[in-house]
């Protein structure tokens, strides 16, 4: 399937940060007319038409998350957008707010008019300085021009938006802890219910997007929400970035629609695995689903296609990787970046992520026994199904994927103290 | 009101309970870890996950609500398989050092592991290194290797004493409980982490090594720190009194009573059971010019009956005064009534320290009042305090003054009474007024004798006998017995007969939680 332009129609292009060059390029027609022509409810409409769904990883249909906010209350209500982008290998988000940042302010008027909010807050992420300067300049001038304010697009409704810089944990994108960061407490997940849309932010209902998915908002308004869902296939409305990085000849962002073959995005658009090398295993949405090896890749890239082999759509970010790889190292890798940023509140987590991460290291550095991949079995099913929050699912998932589909290269690895692939071992390995 | 199956059991629960509280109804025990009662849902520990019927994944029972037609089931395979993992989870940091810790036989990571552990340990790695064993207040000792980050400790300073010591820092498997910056664990209530600590990351400073908990007997008690009547456990052993410095009593816990203390204690009530074993008065004696010569019992009583008769003839009643005290048990005060009031006709009465300072009060447990009695005191007829008295004494008004219990601190009490022509002490410390007296009678602190006490809101509430009167000293009960039989006056003899002769009331009939003289018919001043 071909590339589209939705929201990455300005990539490269300089100008598109400039509010002016961006509002004589169509920026806030979708707000405008959604603001001017649409009540909240028809606006809803459109989005739950347009099959768009959550783009930060877990994929909820957006349209029925914003109708969980209870219309008849008191309190007030918040949007929350999450651009702390820090799965491994995602960088989509990034480029929205380093090239389009107008983009995602529309989509957050959208919602907002759709939800009925009137106060937002973006929570970026820490070590995105360029992005964040960027998006403040963009805000800064669409304040300036009064599209924020009391009245925005000069019209009767009224809208702050804040940003609020995380300070470099992982687990602050995940939505309750992003709540609980926002608030200036310790970034731990919330056990739900209470879902946030009934009781998030300081305790009112809360609507929290992804970036990458309010930006399609102001597309789908336009052209209505039929439009956007007849580009994917079923349930899987629209495009998406995907984020292509590794053993790839071109890495880099695409923008494809939703259930283009895996092995399409590899081979035709990054333009097949690198130094002429066969293809290992594909990672396919982010470093937390698990692995798919060289014979999988014929799966169209939809939420459903996806969990049905194992694996998971997450965030887009698909990590190529060569025959060259160590898989023992690179879980090594994996699991260490969950040991590492695991919030530690809960426990099959805490200690789960940890565990695992040393008997890897045990092994990588030549000294694992033949007993150590029963036990990493046992311990990720003992990790299934069990945390407050998704993080030590990502952290199971590839450690099973792995384990299942690589055996023969950990026990290799554990019988000859050496890499199948390299023949060597690491001199220090940190534990 | 929704109806739910627990393993087979059909009950009916009030909308909002959570299935963790609907299985205790039911006589089922989910282990627990992070859960407790008292205090807010934090659904971290994982260790309540049950199987709801109908739900693909397994749910944790403190933070899942019951609902019309739910079916949970606590004891399959699945469940246990997960509780088995979970504590496989938490024992893997945890540096088994069980032979050297406090909590070794009351701990719920060795109580859990007897039920669903392993048995053999697949965890070969090095173990995670925190700090050990190191004070955060005046009362509690922190290891932080033993912790197993329930946050029990930390939500009961944010949400119980409200005084925010403590948090979780860092994070994944490196994350402790610690004080944050310059603060210390030093709050009223401080003593309560140690009790909602289900393992031995919390212990106590005052008890560390003393006594093995397996050790220890238990008896229930009310607390006689103020006038709250805070529902208490004493721990005491009296077999081992080579060890802890003789002490009888180990440490106090708090026992539930959901309106009068509900799970809490306060340091006060909890830390300060030291007077039970020190500085007792252990014998009956005389004292003249600074020489103390311990007599028996029997003769003791006969010269209190000697001096008491003696004075009555010579100077009539009121030339006898009875200091009584808030402390005594309402069995003690109402006997002291029958005894010296309603049997000798004496009339210089009072029952009050005026030169005591109220102490700290707030809206929690702690009263200003730290007497445990001051109700029935007034109740049964002593209500004045005891400067007059005093008074007159130092003016040789009164010839024979008989203090049951009293302790005078202040140096102006202690002026007058040197002046006195005549004390009798009946108490069970060495205290300033113990010493000014000239014969000395050893009675019972309240572990040692049964009764009850009254506190602030008029609840009777029971304690029971822990152990015997020390040494020589006896029931204060059975002293007034004694001493009304050589005089002539006959009193209840035991505390049944005097709480039943008080307020018509069996101490059977009390009940667990106390009775509310509001709800009673018969109170005779």
Sequence with gaps: ?431 | MPTINIDGVDLTVPTGTTVIQAAEMAGIYIPRYCYHPGLRIAGSCRMCLVEVEKLPGLQIACNTLVQDGMKVITNSERVRQARRGMLEFLLSNHPLDCPVCDQSGECDLQNYYMEFGRYRSRYFDNKTKRKKAFPIGPHVMLDQERCILCTRCVRFTEDVSKTHELGVFRRGHQSVIDLYPGRVLDNPYSGNVIDICPVGALTESDFRFQCRVWYLKEQHSICAGCARGCNISVHFNTDRRYKAQGRRVMRIKPRFHPEVNRWWLCDFGRFGHRYMDENRIEFFAEQKDGIRVDISCDEALGRVAQLLRGTLEEYGPSAVGIIVSPRLSNEELWVCRKLFVKGLGLHQTAAFDPWERPGFEDDFLLKADRNPNRRAVELTGFTADARELLEKAAEGRIRLLYIVHQDFAAPEAAELLQKAPAVIYQGTNWTRTAQQADLILAGAVHAEEEGTFTNFEGRVQRFFRCFAPIEESRDDLEIFRDLGQSLGVTVPESAATALKDWIGIDPDEIGEHGVLLSELSQVEA
Excluded at chain 1, 4 to 16: D, M, Q, R
């Design chain 1, 1 to 431: 399937m071909p590339i589209v332009k939705l929201v990455s129609e300005f990539f490269g292009v300089e100008e598109a940060r400039r509010l002016d060059w961006r509002l004589r390029h169509g920026g806030y027609e979708g707000a405008r007319h959604a603001l001017r022509d649409m009540t909240p409810e028809e606006v809803t409409e459109e989005v739950v038409r347009s099959n768009l769904r959550g783009l930060g990883g877990a994929g909820f249909p957006t349209g029925r998350k914003w109708m969980f906010v209870p219309k008849e209350t008191t309190q007030p209500k918040y949007l929350a957008v999450n651009c702390d982008e820090a799965e491994p290998g995602t960088f989509k988000d990034r480029y929205i707010v380093e090239w389009d940042p107008h983009r995602l302010l529309e989509g957050i008027i959208i919602c907002s008019y759709a939800v009925g909010i009137h106060q937002a807050y973006i929570y970026i992420r820490g070590e995105y300085v360029r992005p964040y300067h960027r998006l403040k300049r963009a805000l800064e001038e669409a304040y300036a021009a009064g599209i924020f304010g009391g009245k925005v697009l000069g019209s009767d409704f009224s809208l702050e938006v804040h940003i609020h810089r995380g300070a470099g944990a992982y687990i602050c994108g995940e939505e309750t802890a992003l709540l609980e960061s926002l608030e200036g407490k310790k970034g731990w997940p919330r056990l739900k219910p209470p879902f946030p849309a009934v009781k998030g932010l300081f305790g009112c209902p809360t609507v929290i997007n992804n970036v990458e998915t309010l930006s399609h908002l102001p597309k789908i308004i336009l052209n209505g929400g039929s439009w956007f869902s007849d580009l994917g296939v079923e349930r899987n409305g629209g495009a998406r970035l995907f984020a292509l990085s590794g053993h790839v000849n071109r890495p880099g962002i695409y923008e494809l629609p939703l259930g283009t073959p895996l092995r399409e995005l590899i081979e035709e658009h990054g333009g097949g695995v690198w130094r002429g090398k066969r293809l290992k295993g594909v990672v396919p949405g982010g470093t937390s689903s698990g692995v798919l090896c060289a014979d999988e890749i014929d799966v169209p890239l939809t939420f459903e296609a996806l969990a049905e082999k194992g694996s998971m759509l997450g965030s887009g970010a698909v990590v190529v990787m060569d025959e060259d790889t160590c898989m023992v190292r690179a879980l090594h890798n994996v699991e260490d970046f969950f040991a590492h940023e695991s919030c530690g509140q809960c426990t099959p987590c805490r200690e789960g992520t940890n565990w695992a991460y040393r008997i890897l290291s045990r092994i990588v550095s030549g000294n694992g026994v033949p007993e150590d991949l029963d036990t990493l079995e046992h311990l990720a099913s003992n990790m299934r199904g069990t945390s407050i929050c998704a993080l030590c699912e990502g952290a199971r998932m590839p450690l099973q994927s792995f384990l299942t589909k690589f055996r023969d290269e950990f026990e290799y690895y554990i019988k000859n103290r050496r890499s199948m692939v390299s023949g060597r071992t690491p001199t220090t390995v940190s534990t």
